[in-house]
């Protein structure tokens, strides 16, 4: 979210005024001439009415949690007319007035040793700082500035003491930390601290802070939690109060040309459900952005009028404002040296070398997929959807080929009608009845993306004039389990001195669950050499002088050996993981790369032995069998109780056929013991074992078959991954036959 | 959105060094750097014949590393100067070049120089050799602190340059000059480095006026040359060491100062205008420094009277005034470390440390010898050094102590007091300091004293578990008992959690870290009382632990102390173990089973007693009843790698043992 308020204060020509910034320097103390500043910057603060401030003690109910954040509030001013003193010129720079007050009483050591550092910020004459510990019987003790030191990186500063102007800009402020001296359980600690901090906007239109959402429960019970913003008449204001959560109200600012936004949140307690929560689905959440606009020409912002407190935006709305932005991508900067219609400019002259206009157009379209692809490969970042959208689109234009722009949202946020904020709107691009979303380093034209599965859409059109935009309803495709799936052939054997499992694994991938391995299995692979190919693009080396070329074959041979080198390491390290055992590594083959049509598939091979499957009894031996499929979750006794909705990610389908080779003179017994079938609406997990010609051969299969699925169907959940929990433990008995 | 990229570190860098490179490398080399998707620089690109032939020839004498030094000359001299306290001192300029080559295409290597206020870096540079010639760079090293997570605020600092390679056989010379503004803090030099050496020399040019010693530690074994040539009024001490491998980090490794070759300098004293001036000299130098120094924390004892009768407020007797006092400053004071040049050494002021009611390991010394003191007690401020240190008090060096205590002389017996150590009971020791020589402070003159070493039957986890077997349920009673450090851990790891996850820390100690395993009723000893056994108690189910096959059931009673499976060493491992502590595990865990059943093919007894460790597990069976007794002991911290023979078969004992499930059939 931070680049997006850095990308407009760059593409804006705009810039933060250099005193803001710090330069970085040795840690050292504070500079005790600036103490008095600090203090008196700040402690008007603790005279300010907070009747929630007052309390003096937490509720006897959270006795038991570590601390209780007493009172949390936080006040930001935007105000673009009141000058920022006498030199400051009107209409230049926006000023954020920050204040926060933070109170928290501790009841162990762990919330002690917590707060035993604070941090602040003093990076300008403005800014200012207090802290005091309010010890059992209401002494208050102020807390001496004069020991804090500070702190040479702003890396070393934890986000949550940033000012939200710092955490927005990534502005490189002047930053102290102080130990807390004196500090015991039982005791409250108090601080508050006020910043001020300006954006020259001069040049901009508009400028977008980073969307907040902030979710109502914390690390600690929160008894209060106030958001107030204040903005002049030049900032607009919108926020959407989910699940539950308390909604921002308007007030009356003090004064007449301000707008007052406050929420305030009462009484929080700490959520407890661990497994399959998506905390943005269903915690109590308030998501809200301040936009700043210079001037009256506001077109093409996803806002409300002035002073209005927006909380929601129609199709309409919504649908204008993704087409107005999707056109403006053009201009936007693709990188540091050209734009984005630079590159599809340059892109379509690249492909019109290769032939791209005598290609059929399916092959156009495949061709162009992997082309962009091949440029993220070699890039550091993926590219917005929106961008991609963009290049996509522009491309199939050149071509003449038709295609349609769909908006959508992100599942993990919510569905169209909560999009709030433009960062929100998702982009992809329709071609007739197939779909083509953002690309990422391996995937496949047409590959889903677990974000957007079964979303509501909008495909929408250009609008024209005395027309009205066509915004036509869609649904995004979904993907069931078939279509993810990881499918295990194991084929495992006893060492000869029948402590180990030999095993050799082959693991086929489909669909998310491919996206979601196959970035582990490229791992320090060589596809990015021949990731040319699959667009018909030509070798780097194809026109290179003959010196070139060496150095260019002696260079990928360097890569390949040290690749080949750490690949094995990594392997073992995963499989380690996975198995949560050492283990002996023998071998790692790719089959199939998924990273093309047709090879689309992910396939690969490893082969290793296991030490810790086996066990004895006398001359018998136990084979743990069912552990080859890996731990499996465990639900504790604690989190059977269930008060959200449950998240899965997305249906998916996992499946093992396991092999084992019963060792020359044994006989197997058990296998009929692990024979399980648990099947509901939800999911399924089931054991199917049998003897085969001196080979015991168990089928598992472990189905989640929805994504989404209600909190009351908690307890079939269960039943599967318990299921699949149990039999995990399970042995077969290999006893001599003679 | 960023990306996850490849794990390329040892080949190339995000960071931009040199902005030339385009023009100097052919657009392939560019290909490659775009698949990095970051931009970099090599060291040089034009490599003559003799750093390739060189380069060929190490790079399989060196299989695993990807630079080495092939020389590293580190130069001192010694000058007369003033330290911060304004003492006449002995100043050390120490030169260094190091040449590297790399050992493969696109290696990396970051040479780093360390700095604070006792050693000023003042000249360091980075040259990179094209042809034959070397080019120094005009890039400035990063800079940056490294203060350790552990410290609040220190001077410690570092500068850096990343060194790119692009050609097996490029090189690269590194130069540093740099001053120990008080010879004093040039404490050892190691031979050793995280990379290969091919010579590593140490040459030292020691005026007339000056009396210094160079103690070889560790020198046997190893090949290293000594020549001593005077000359000129100077007398030169030359060092070298030749093919030294690259030291390696290893998990629970033995301190490399227990090992690994190195030289201690002690300037003994040194002659100025006719005076002679001590350094250090024989341990009572020593002392009189470290002595100097506690001096100066300034202490009010004033500003602690109205403290310390709250503290034992209560308390009649000796022993429990002198507990109410240590205990208060352990669970009072926060280790918060304030280690800016002489403050590192300075103990901050008791009254501080009482005010803030944080300080480090000397700050809670100096309070808690002040309170003892104040209360009537013959307590002393202490230094000693931790076992990471080998050395012995007898070796007159800065290096020797790491860490300040309180020794108490109470009724005919030696305490040592540790306000670090939280939730150690009075009289016994953190194995950290135990065998080790402590320096006790008193006045102008010191007593040493051993810090007394404890056993591994000092620390114990006994295990006691009853569990009966009905259908196909295990269920049953498990107590754990810890003593010692052991308990003493437990209540580090404890009391640190937060309040709403300590029950659940309970529930997960009694299980063992066994998945199956759920534990309900917890009963605990008094938490609050760190000076008895800790006792956790309560109610176990191990309802998806029993296997049911042709009728018979087969079940493991056997929960063996995963940990110690990390001990096994892999055939990489170079170096041996250090554990850091001595301890016994004791298990005793009965399984009843329906009378109408037996126990068959009950496991053989197994015992295995070497000099450091040692193993006895057996199972009896007394009608439907059946009993593991179990007992590990690890008498050593230290398991050397001449010992990994015993230690494997030790381990692979405890691990066959633990392998046995119990077969239960019907009579």
């Not at chain 1, 998240?647 to 084992?660: D, E, T």
């Not at chain 2, 493991?556 to 041996?576: A, C, N, Q």
Request: proline content about 3%; charged content about 25%.
């Amino acid at each position: 979210m931070k680049k997006k308020l850095k990308q407009l204060l760059v593409c804006a020509g705009i810039f933060i005024v250099c005193f803001l910034t710090a330069p970085v320097k040795a840690q050292d103390f504070i500079d005790e001439e600036f103490l008095d500043n600090i203090e008196t910057n700040a402690k008007f603060i603790w005279s300010e009415p907070a009747a929630a401030f007052s309390v003096a003690e937490a509720p006897a109910k959270w006795n038991d949690e570590s601390a209780v954040v007493m009172g949390y509030k936080r006040s930001i001013l935007f105000d673009k007319k009141t000058s920022g003193g006498f030199f400051s010129a009107r209409q230049k720079n926006v000023f954020f007035f920050e204040k926060v007050r933070f109170k928290i009483q501790l009841h162990d050591k762990n919330s002690v040793q917590a707060f035993s550092e604070i941090y602040f910020r003093y990076s300008t004459k403005d800014d200012g700082f207090v802290a005091r510990i309010i010890k059992p019987g209401n002494e208050t003790l102020p807390v001496d500035l004069k020991e804090a030191v500070e702190l040479e990186s702003a890396g070393d500063i934890p986000e949550f003491f940033k000012s939200f102007f710092d955490q927005t800009s990534g502005a490189q402020s002047r930053y102290y930390k102080v130990a807390i001296p004196n500090l015991e359980p039982g005791d409250i600690l108090e601080y508050a601290s006020y910043t001020k901090s300006k954006l020259d906007v001069r040049g901009s239109g508009f400028v977008e802070f980073d969307p907040q959402y902030e979710i109502c429960s914390k690390g600690y019970p929160v008894m209060y939690n106030e958001i107030d913003i204040e903005t002049d008449d030049k900032s607009f204001f919108k926020s959407l109060s989910l699940n539950g959560a308390p909604e921002f109200k308007k007030e009356n600012a003090a004064d007449k040309d301000f707008f007052q936004y406050v929420f305030i949140d009462r009484n929080r307690g700490v959520e407890k459900d661990v497994n399959f929560v998506n905390r943005y689905l269903v915690y109590p959440m308030v998501k809200f952005q301040v936009i700043y606009a210079n001037s009256e020409n506001v077109k093409g912002l996803l806002i409300g009028g002035k002073g209005e407190l927006k909380t929601g935006f129609s199709k309409e709305e919504l649908a204008l404002k993704a087409w107005e932005n999707y056109v403006e991508v053009g201009n936007s900067y693709y990188n540091n040296l050209y734009t984005v219609q630079n590159f599809v400019n340059t892109s379509w002259a690249d492909l019109k070398r290769m032939g791209a206009k005598e290609w059929s157009d399916q092959k156009f379209i495949s061709n162009v997929y992997y082309y962009l692809r091949n440029k993220v490969v070699f890039q550091n970042n993926y590219l917005s959807d929106k961008v991609y959208a963009f290049i996509f689109g522009s491309l199939l234009f050149q071509r003449n080929i038709p295609s349609e722009l769909v908006i959508s949202s992100s599942n993990n946020i919510g569905n169209l009608k909560n999009v709030l904020f433009d960062q929100e709107i998702r982009y992809a691009i329709k071609v007739n009845n197939q779909l083509y979303f953002n690309c990422t380093d391996h995937s496949v034209p047409g590959e889903l993306i677990q974000s957007l599965l079964a979303n509501e859409a909008y495909i929408i059109t250009e609008p024209k004039k005395g027309h009205p935009q066509e915004v036509k309803p869609f649904i995004l495709p979904d993907a069931k389990a078939p279509d993810n799936t990881v499918s295990y052939a194991i084929n495992a054997s006893l060492s000869p001195d029948l402590n180990n499992t030999v095993v050799s694994r082959t693991s086929v991938y489909t669909g998310l669950v491919k996206t979601g391995n196959i970035g582990n299995a490229m791992r320090l692979t060589t596809y990015m050499l021949d990731d040319y190919k699959y667009y018909g693009g030509e070798s780097p080396a194809d026109r290179m002088k003959p010196r070139e070329e060496e150095e260019y074959d002696r260079s990928i041979k360097a890569i390949k050996e040290e690749f080949k080198k750490a690949k094995p390491d990594f392997v073992k390290e995963e499989l380690e993981k996975e198995f949560q055992q050492k283990i002996k590594f023998t071998d790692f083959k790719i089959i199939s790369d998924g990273r093309s049509d047709k090879k689309k598939d992910l396939e690969f091979t490893e082969e290793f032995e296991l030490p810790g499957q086996v066990r004895k009894a006398g001359k018998k031996y136990l084979v743990n069998l069912t552990g080859l499929i890996g731990p499996q979750l465990r639900v504790k006794k604690e989190e059977r109780e269930r008060k959200f909705d449950i998240n899965v990610g997305y249906a998916r389908s996992i499946s093992w056929v396991i092999n084992l080779k019963i060792p020359d003179g044994y006989a197997a017994s058990g296998i009929n013991e692990l024979n399980t079938n648990v099947e509901n609406e939800v999911g399924k997990f089931s054991c199917e074992a049998k003897e085969e010609a001196g080979t015991v051969v168990l089928k598992m299969t472990k189905v989640y078959k929805q994504s989404n699925i209600a909190k009351d169907k908690w307890q079939s959940v269960l039943s599967f991954i318990d299921a699949a929990y149990k039999t995990s433990f399970k042995y077969i008995l290999l006893k001599p036959k003679s | 959105m960023e990306k996850p990229s490849q794990p390329l570190g040892c080949l190339f860098s995000t960071q931009s060094y040199h902005f030339s490179f385009a023009s100097m490398f052919t657009r392939s080399l560019l290909l490659i750097i775009i698949i990095n998707t970051s931009l970099y620089s090599h060291a040089q690109y034009r490599v003559n014949d003799e750093d390739a032939a060189n380069a060929d020839v190490f790079s399989k004498k060196y299989k695993d590393d990807d630079v080495m030094c092939t020389a590293s000359h580190h130069y001192f001299t010694f000058d007369k100067g003033k330290n911060a306290l304004n003492d006449k001192v002995v100043v050390i300029e120490e030169e260094t070049e190091l040449d590297f080559l790399s050992l493969k295409k696109f290696a990396s290597l970051t040479y780093p120089e360390f700095y604070n206020k006792f050693i000023e870096l003042k000249a360091f540079k980075k040259s990179l050799k094209v042809g034959s010639k070397y080019a120094t760079s005009r890039m400035q090293p990063m800079d940056r602190s490294v203060t350790s997570d552990g410290v609040f605020f220190d001077d410690s600092r570092v500068q850096y340059y990343p060194i790119r390679f692009a050609e097996k056989g490029s090189m690269a010379r590194v130069t540093v000059k740099k001053e120990y503004t008080d010879g004093r803090y040039l404490t050892r030099l190691f031979f050793g480095e995280n990379y290969p050496v091919k010579e590593q020399v140490f040459e030292f040019k020691v005026p007339e006026w000056l009396t210094v010693d160079f103690k070889a530690i560790n020198f046997d074994g190893y090949k290293i040359d000594r020549q001593e040539n005077k000359k000129g009024g100077y007398i030169n001490y030359v060092f070298t060491m030749k093919d030294i491998p690259a030291s390696k980090q290893e998990y629970k490794s033995i301190g490399h100062a227990y090992t690994d070759p190195h030289i201690i300098i002690q300037i003994k004293s040194f002659n100025n205008k006719g005076e002679t001036l001590k350094g250090f000299d024989k341990t009572d130098d020593m002392y009189a420094w470290n002595n100097r120094l506690y001096g100066m924390a300034g202490n009010k004892k004033e500003s602690l009277q109205s403290a310390l009768p709250k503290i034992i407020q209560g308390k009649t007797t000796d022993i429990d005034k002198i507990k109410a006092i240590y205990y208060w400053v352990q669970d009072n004071i926060r280790y918060i470390a304030y280690e800016d040049g002489y403050s590192g050494y300075i103990p901050a002021g008791a009254q501080d440390v009482l005010a803030k009611k944080f300080g480090d390991c000397k700050g809670m010394a100096n309070l808690l010898t002040e309170f003892l003191q104040m209360a009537g007690y013959d307590a002393h401020f202490t230094w000693i050094g931790t076992r990471s240190i080998p050395y012995q008090q007898s070796m007159p060096a800065l290096c020797v102590n790491n860490h300040a205590i309180t020794t108490l002389y109470f009724q005919g017996g030696v305490y040592f007091l540790d306000g670090t150590e939280k939730y150690a009971p009075f009289g016994e020791n953190a194995y950290r300091i135990q065998g080790k020589e402590a320096m006790i402070a008193k006045g102008n003159t010191y007593d040493l004293k051993t810090v007394p070493l404890t056993t591994g039957n000092d620390h114990k986890i006994l295990s006691k578990a009853d569990f009966v077997l009905t259908n196909e349920v295990l269920s049953g009673k498990i107590k754990i008992v810890l003593t010692g450090n052991e308990r003493k851990d437990f209540h580090q790891s404890y009391q640190d959690l937060p309040i709403s996850s300590q029950k659940d820390f309970l529930n997960e100690f009694l299980e063992f870290g066994n998945d199956n395993m759920q534990a309900t009723n917890i009963k605990t000893s008094d938490l609050k009382n760190r000076e008895i056994p800790v006792s956790i108690e309560g109610d176990v189910d191990l309802s998806n632990y029993v296997n049911t096959i042709s009728g018979d059931k087969y079940i493991s009673i056997d929960f063996f102390p995963k940990t110690l499976e990390r001990y096994m060493p892999d055939e990489k491992r170079v170096g041996g173990y250090d554990f850091d502590d001595v301890m016994t595990f004791e298990d005793e865990i009965s399984l009843t089973v329906p009378p109408d059943t037996k126990f068959v093919d009950v496991p053989e007894k197994s015992e295995m007693t070497y000099d450091g460790y040692e193993f006895k597990g057996e199972y009896i069976v007394t009608g439907n009843k059946i009993v593991l007794r179990k007992r590990i002991v690890i008498k050593n911290s230290v398991i050397k790698k001449s010992d990994f023979e015993n230690w494997k078969k030790f381990l692979a004992s405890i691990k066959e043992f633990s392998k046995y499930l119990l077969s239960i059939t019907k009579k």
